[in-house]
């Protein structure tokens, strides 16, 4: 028999409706915890395809390292001791493959083909072979308890009973080594029946050095994230929930954030004057501006406006030049999240939209950096697959035919996935995200097949009285690839009316304008999802759980992505502590260097534990300057904290409205008064306060943050409320329940009631 292990039970259906021909689906376990396993007749011999759920491995600390304390901190980062164990929650996972995994005589590893899915390959390997260990090898066994404990919580075990395993630390094996030792690895980058069908036809063995470097990520991110989150949050005084998270890639990628909002806070705006007119003849109407731009001194601009007096316009010169658009290369991941984000869905949202088109075989595999179709790709299949979806059949139809291709080409190539390309056609109506990215999918797979477009440039030149000014226009001459993209692309079509030199037209306004420079603006998440990629950021497997990681913490808000006062203050706090260091843990490069590291492991160039020991020396350097500055690391945690909460001046008395939870969890707001105000005394039986006693209820779920503005009617502050994640549209309202400003939404509710 043979057993066919994937990374998700999706893929195993899905492997198992491509090779069988009948399928027998068997359940096992129930609840959360329930593993499907399908069985069929493979080749005149019995098959069945399961499904992990990722990885079902983990590292971890001994025991003696749970409690947060900064004294331990030290030997933590000196002698790790880190062990490759079975991850607790796979339990049922495990117990469902050990049963099907009875009598089998071929292991076949069909997991992601990428780095992380070697590495999940590898872990089957070990489990299903007995050597992969429980717990570790430090640890007592432990009683089962309920609920494992979470990260960040101080979890002591009571002290163990005595071992029922006859202290063997290891899973018991599933199968004879020979059989695990004689396991075939296959590669597939789309789950449909000729890329399946490829890959079982020509197998291969696991790559354990690829496997290695995903291995190597997981031990240095432990150590990296476990020791700087915990001197972080201790040093701040911030426990439980509240804890700050600091990670390996977390941290730079915060920095981008963080530095791109101190540079606006330092941008020093210039002003300048602008001057602009409208013309008209008959039913056309032309914008011009004056051809000199920016005026930088307001009495050049008077001067100028003074000599632009007249009723009428003449036109002095007028060009048009087409030129050509090329169509965009193909989707790699980051290119992919950074156009959907452009639609409105956050990097973490379109990728998660993207695995599922993947599992439906409707897309190739959506982890990849390469941007050049390999020449083995079968376009003319997708095209003629497309050709039965509606939205671009003439177009798929059309190229379907056509003899032969020549695509875009991006940057990258690389030569494990092609780029992202669609290769189904959905069988019912999509919704959602997976709707959206769909439709970009292919409409970016066939733009890489069309022609340039050709837009015609036109600019006019015009006198008013004895002063220049110009208008530009475009045209679309021939749409070529914005046939199918043009939803996608940069608005083009904005053309200018017939004129030519000598004709004459209106002046209906001519004005000037005072603007000042801009300072530069906030990363979209979709740009800061490409400089990640410029970086070396993170891989195109994280970088967007990284992103949606700092808006779970509270580091950043909205979208443009803005920090907050907490996620300033993080890496200010750093940098005071790292001025004279020789790396910097927030710093970009250092992260990029590891990770040119592990592409090296994975080239059999070095070892993990070379490499995780040469991590350990750069974590060690960088502890010892924090510890040095730990009260300036409390002190500036804690005001950002302050003034992330303060929402504005309190109308009563011109204290501060602060954001405060009550015993249930709830927020509220209240005055909490002045800076340094003295408490009250009390009355008996209660608390002495701060603050004139003004509370407000607030919404519960979303980020809240000060406008720094007060409501028109009443004068309390405003507040924005965001969505999780900056979605959604922020919401401005007054912070007071009872101001007039609501009474049209109550009615409003009332009235649908
Ligand atoms: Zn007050
Ligand atoms: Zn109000």
Not at 42 to 47: G, I, L, M, Q, V
Not at 275 to 288: F, N, P, Q, S, W
Not at 645 to 669: D, H, I
Not at 674 to 688: T, W
Request: aromatic content about 6%.
């Amino acid at each position: 028999m043979r057993l066919i292990v994937t990374e998700k039970d999706s893929a195993a259906r899905k492997i198992a409706d491509i090779l069988g021909g009948k399928v027998t689906v068997k359940e096992h376990g129930r609840g959360r915890q329930k593993v499907r396993s399908y069985h069929f007749g493979y080749k005149d011999d019995d098959a069945v395809a399961i499904g992990l759920r990722g990885h079902v491995m983990e590292t971890v600390f001994p025991n003696t390292y749970r409690r947060w304390s900064l004294k331990y901190l030290g030997d933590m980062i000196e002698r790790p001791d880190l062990a490759w164990v079975v991850d607790g929650g796979a339990a049922g996972t495990l117990a469902a493959l050990r049963s099907v995994a009875k009598g089998a005589t071929e292991v076949v590893i069909a997991t992601d083909y990428d780095r992380e899915g070697e590495l999940i390959g590898h872990e089957a390997l070990e489990i299903l072979r007995g050597d992969a260990l429980k717990r570790h090898p430090h640890d007592k066994p432990e009683k089962k308890k309920a609920g494992a404990a979470g990260r960040g919580k101080a979890a002591a075990a009571p002290p163990a009973e005595p071992p029922a395993d006859n202290g063997d630390p290891r899973v018991k094996a599933m199968l004879p080594a020979a059989a695990v030792d004689r396991h075939i690895r296959v590669r597939y980058s789309a789950l449909t029946r000729e890329e399946v069908e490829a890959a079982f036809a020509k197998p291969s063995t696991v790559d354990f050095n690829l496997a290695e470097a995903a291995h190597s990520r997981q031990d240095i991110d432990l150590i990296w994230g476990a020791v700087l989150t915990r001197f972080m949050s201790l040093a701040s005084y911030r426990y439980g929930s509240d804890y700050l998270s600091v990670g390996r890639v977390q941290s730079p990628t915060l920095r981008l954030v963080v530095d791109r909002e101190l540079e606006r806070r330092a941008f020093v705006p210039i002003p300048y004057w602008e001057i602009k007119a409208t013309l008209t003849r008959g039913d056309d109407t032309v914008e011009v501006a004056h051809t000199k731009g920016r005026f930088d001194s307001l009495e050049a601009m008077e001067t100028a406006l003074a000599r632009a007096q007249a009723d009428t316009a003449e036109v002095t010169a007028y060009k048009a030049e087409p030129r050509k658009v090329a169509p965009p290369a193909p989707f790699n991941t980051t290119a992919l999240m950074s156009a959907a984000s452009g639609g409105g869905a956050s990097p973490a949202r379109a990728m998660r939209a993207a695995e599922s088109l993947y599992l439906d075989g409707l897309i190739s595999y959506p982890r990849t950096d390469n941007t050049v179709y390999p020449p083995s790709l079968d376009l003319r299949g997708s095209l003629e697959a497309l050709a039965g979806w509606q939205p671009v059949a003439t177009t798929a139809a059309r190229l379907a035919k056509q003899g032969k291709y020549t695509p875009t080409r991006g940057k990258k190539r690389t030569t494990d996935h092609p780029p992202i390309y669609p290769v189904g056609v959905p069988k019912r109506q999509l919704s959602g995200d997976q709707a959206k990215v769909y439709d970009l999918v292919v409409r970016r797979f066939l733009a890489t097949l069309l022609p340039a477009a050709v837009i015609e440039g036109q600019r006019v030149d015009v006198r008013i009285g004895h002063e220049p000014f110009l208008a530009r226009g475009s045209r679309v001459a021939s749409p070529g690839f914005l046939e199918v993209y043009e939803k996608y692309a940069a608005k083009r079509d904005r053309p200018l009316p017939a004129l030519q030199p000598g004709d004459v037209l209106q002046v209906r306004d001519l004005r000037s304008e005072s603007k000042e420079t801009q300072p530069p603006s906030r990363y979209g998440q979709g740009a800061l999802i490409e400089k990640m990629e410029e970086l070396s950021l993170g891989t195109k497997a994280t970088r967007a759980d990284i992103i949606q990681h700092l808006y779970d913490r509270n580091y950043v808000r909205d979208n443009p992505v803005e920090p907050t006062e907490l996620g300033v203050a993080l890496i200010t706090a750093f940098d005071a502590a790292m001025k004279k260091a020789p790396v910097d843990i927030s710093s970009w490069q250092m992260t990029a260097k590891l990770d040119d590291q592990m592409t090296r492991i994975s080239e059999g160039e070095l070892r993990r534990d070379q490499v995780v020991a040469e991590s350990q020396d750069m974590l060690e350097q960088a502890w010892k300057l924090l510890d040095g500055h730990v009260a300036d690391i409390r002190e500036r945690i804690k005001s950002g904290v302050r003034e992330d909460l303060t929402l504005g001046e309190c109308k009563n008395c011109g204290g501060q409205l602060r954001v405060l939870r009550g015993k249930t969890g709830k927020r509220f707001a209240a005055c909490v008064g002045k800076e340094g105000e003295e408490p009250q005394p009390a009355a008996e039986g209660e608390r002495p306060r701060r603050g004139c006693g003004q509370t407000f209820p607030l919404p519960q779920r979303g980020t809240i943050t000060p406008t720094g503005k007060t409501c028109g009617e009443c004068g309390w502050p405003e507040i924005k409320v965001v969505g999780a994640g900056g979605r959604g549209r922020p919401w401005v309202l007054c912070v007071d329940i009872d101001c007039p400003s609501k009474e049209k939404y109550r009615s409003r509710a009332k009235k649908n009631a």
